[in-house]
């Protein structure tokens, strides 16, 4: 099993940059699929990101141009580069491991754009 920590969230202006990492523990980190997610206030939790085991990527249209996904297996982290940030971008972020039959969550990072 995968047991995943976000980190990098916090409060950013409209225009700015965030990093956030997501550190897994536990084996195979390599072999699973990796994404990250967002829940803001009053709505589901949405696809922001994923990067699958084999390097290939896909965005939610709401941040393609703007965010990276990325991954270092030999460090068991995931990453994502969220730039030119918008008030939507609002949200807790969550990072998962999956595969087609098991899937890993972090706990969440806040990560707030305001003026």
């Known amino acids: 099993q995968v047991r995943l920590v976000e980190s990098g969230g916090g409060l950013a202006q409209p225009g700015g940059s965030l990093r956030l990492s997501c550190v897994a523990s536990?084996?195979?980190?390599?072999?699973?699929?990796m994404g990250w997610y967002r829940q803001a206030p009053g709505k589901q939790r949405e696809l922001v990101a994923v990067i699958t085991n084999a390097g290939l990527r896909n965005y939610a249209d709401s941040v393609k141009g703007r965010f990276t996904i990325s991954r270092d297996n030999a460090a068991k982290t995931g990453y994502l580069q969220m730039n030119s940030l918008k008030f939507e971008d609002t949200a807790v972020y969550y990072c998962?491991?999956?595969?087609?039959?098991?899937?890993?969550w972090g706990q969440g990072t806040q990560v707030t754009v305001s003026s």
């Open positions: 998962s491991s999956f595969t087609a039959s098991y899937r890993a």
């Open positions: 536990g084996s195979g980190f390599s072999n699973y699929n």
